[in-house]
């Protein structure tokens, strides 16, 4: 039984090769970095002594063979097994492209980073006593067409059953593109958040709370922070290519009463190539972005501001979201009307008891 490991996590780090590379003026991601990013997190935990490494999605820009193909040759020049999981931007439609692969292509192309087989789910032991489910949240209607929030199928439920129902005493790591637990407030509810959601989380949640199930570890927001439901702990990472550009550190041990302790640590990349100062150009390239988006939160339930109201507000907003992605933010907008004072407070770092609590980036969770 391994009693000690060592791990680490790069979510959403959105492989675009630049002849590929697509411009939107309001993606807050920046895409343009995502190769230097990446081969600078590399060289980072080069030295970090792990033992394995988990992607838990949106591997690649918009689902093109290239951008995959060069990813599964990068990571295959690792030392340390890596595994991965789909994310929205991986698989566009269920069918292939031209451009970009299908459902049935991704296992495929992954097939050294944890599947077995042709089904895009798995589950292995990747230390002794320890095992990963990979899940994949991503589905498509009739036509083909991607959902827009996260679906677990019934026949995967039914796989996931089964496989719980084996594990036995083994520490069980689930990994899933979309979020389970909610990062933001109202999240499952909310116009903007519910997206970025497992709509079906309560069935998964059913099944992963009697089997003792401890640690989901999800992306796709482009958020640092640990959710808690009871026993459960949900970690999600923010982007590689998103300020912060973060990527974790974790440690897991076992005492001698056999009680698991995991040691989260987060690392920002400050610099790539063509980039000295990453973390200044990149919070400033999310906060030339966030006037549309930042009206938007303010017009929708449950502030639903009137447009002339929002539009006044949002430009003291400018760095709100790099705040929340971030993670550990604390938000005193009190010179704003208190309604917006008090809506925009809740998503401060905050625990159940409304106390400030930084556990995003660093913590220390009893298992």
Known sequence: MTSRFR????SDPHIAL???IWDNPHRFHLV????????????EL????LDFLLLPGDLTQHGEWENHQWLVQRLTQLPYPVYVVPGNHDIIARDAAKHAIGLRDFPQIYEPFGYASAQPYYTCEILPGVRLIGLNSIAFDADGIQLPAGWLDEAQLHWLAKTLAAV???LVLVMVHHNVLEHLPGQARHGMGKRYMLHNA??????????????????????????????????TTGSLVSYPHPYRVLTAAQDDR??????????????????????TYSRDWMGDRSFSFMHRLLTLPPLALADDEATAIAPHLRHFWADIAQGDAWFDFSHL???VHQFLHRFSALDAQGNYQPVDNRASLRL
């Open 337 to 339: 009307p208190p309604a």
């Open 7 to 10: 791990f680490a996590i790069i």
């Open 46 to 49: 080069a030295t970090a002594n």
């Open 202 to 235: 309560a069935d998964l949640l059913a099944l992963l709370e009697p089997a003792g199930v401890k640690l989901i570890f999800t992306g796709h927001l482009h958020v640092q922070d640990v959710a808690q439901r009871g026993e459960i702990y949900e970690i």
């Open 18 to 20: 630049p002849h590929t």
């Open 32 to 43: 343009e970095v995502s190769v230097p990013a990446l081969e600078q997190g590399l060289a």
């Open 168 to 170: 036995g005493d083994d």
């Open 258 to 279: 056999g009680q698991w302790h995991l040691d989260v640590e987060t690392t920002q990349i400050q610099a790539v190539p063509g980039w000295d100062d990453l973390q």
